[in-house]
């Protein structure tokens, strides 16, 4: 599946069991900026391309009971835009990526009470009935590849706590006349002494 005119988007490709039955959906998406919400400090600044291919793994557990199981496994490479943790600038990141994932249909683990995961469930997703979207998958992808805190520069002196002036950029007074309101006391008790 290729994307182009008349092409379903990222946003159309639904992922069902059904549809892998007889063989695999190989797929190669050019994502647009803007077509994904990723988080409040972050965007898409240039095209997106993901490649790759899901296949039905059918899970036997037992003589009667079948799990239908998709395995997605794909790549991508974009650039993004994600605000310095400290001065709110934004910051060029260029992503590239992979990922094997696991999804397992809802209702397959949807015991009642709690029981322990073995240490292979951990990297299980899950789908709901409809199937499973592939732009949830990448956006998620994305999001758990991009770093933790990004900063414009490590010496970076963001912004100044009482006007919100951009450190980086222009010096602000705040820092010559504000005083620490913990001093306030003293100072009644300076004035009182001068007396």
Not at 65 to 75: F, G, K, L
Request: with cysteine; net charge negative; glycine share 8%.
């Amino acid at each position: 599946m290729t994307s182009g005119p008349g092409s379903p988007t990222l946003e159309d490709v639904l992922i069902t069991p059904f549809d892998l039955q007889k063989e695999p959906l190989v797929f190669t998406q050019t994502i647009a900026p803007g077509t994904i919400e990723y988080a409040a400090d972050t965007s898409q600044i240039g095209p997106l391309p993901v490649e790759g291919k899901a296949d039905l793994i059918v899970e036997h557990r037992g003589p009667s009971e079948e799990v239908e199981d998709i395995r997605v496994r794909a790549s991508y490479d974009g650039r993004f835009e994600v605000l310095c943790a400290r001065c709110l600038d934004p910051v060029d990141v260029p992503l590239k990526g992979s990922f094997d994932l696991l999804f397992r249909p809802e209702e397959a683990d949807a015991e009642s009470g709690e029981r322990a995961i073995t240490e292979d469930e951990t990297e299980i997703g899950y789908y709901g009935k409809n199937g499973l979207l592939l732009e949830d998958v990448v956006r998620e992808q994305v999001l758990l590849t991009l770093p933790g805190r990004t900063l414009c520069t490590q010496d970076c002196k963001g912004l100044c706590a009482n006007c919100g002036q951009n450190l980086n950029t222009n010096p602000c007074k705040c820092a010559e006349t504000a005083v620490d309101p913990r001093w306030n006391a003293l100072q009644g008790l300076a004035g009182s002494l001068k007396q």
